[in-house]
């Protein structure tokens, strides 16, 4: 059974910076899509950015591209997200998401979820 374990949220200043980090176990992870969503209060989780594993192209919301960066480390089995040019509105609980041979973003639903971690921009 896969388990996603995310860290690194935090508060930061608008225009700063963060890191996340997800610690995915349970298996290896060829063909597998990880990625990350986040949910602010109030609001429907939304798509942030997406990794294919094994080639690691990457894909993201228009929001976020250009600030932030998704890669994986396969030797740690892990996935991270640098967030950059921090803006109020990133405010949010972020979560880390991985789906076997398709893209994280299409049926969500089905996705394997971490517990979320909080990521607070203030202004």
Same mark, same amino acid.
């Given at each position: 059974?896969?388990?996603?374990?995310?860290?690194?949220?935090?508060?930061?200043?608008?225009?700063?910076?963060?890191?996340?980090?997800?610690?995915?176990?349970?298996?290896?992870?060829?063909? @597998?899509?990880?990625? @990350?969503?986040?949910?602010?209060?109030?609001?429907?989780?939304?798509?942030?950015?997406?990794?294919?594993?094994?080639?690691?192209?990457?894909?993201?919301?228009?929001?976020?591209?250009?600030?932030?960066?998704?890669?994986?480390?396969?030797?740690?089995?892990?996935?991270?997200?640098?967030?950059?040019?921090?803006?109020?509105?990133?405010?949010?609980?972020?979560?880390?998401?991985?789906? @076997?041979?398709?893209?994280?973003?299409?049926?969500?639903?089905?996705?394997? @979820?971490?517990?979320?971690?909080?990521?607070?921009?203030?202004?």
């Amino acid at each position: 059974q896969v388990q996603l374990v995310e860290s690194g949220g935090g508060l930061v200043q608008a225009g700063g910076s963060l890191r996340l980090s997800c610690a995915a176990s349970g298996r290896t992870f060829d063909n @597998w899509d990880m990625g @990350w969503f986040r949910q602010a209060p109030g609001e429907e989780r939304e798509f942030v950015a997406g990794i294919r594993w094994t080639v690691g192209t990457t894909y993201y919301a228009d929001s976020v591209k250009g600030r932030f960066t998704i890669s994986r480390d396969n030797a740690k089995n892990t996935v991270y997200l640098q967030m950059n040019s921090l803006k109020p509105e990133d405010t949010a609980v972020y979560y880390c998401t991985a789906r @076997w041979g398709y893209p994280v973003k299409t049926v969500p639903s089905l996705n394997t @979820w971490g517990q979320g971690t909080l990521v607070t921009v203030s202004s």
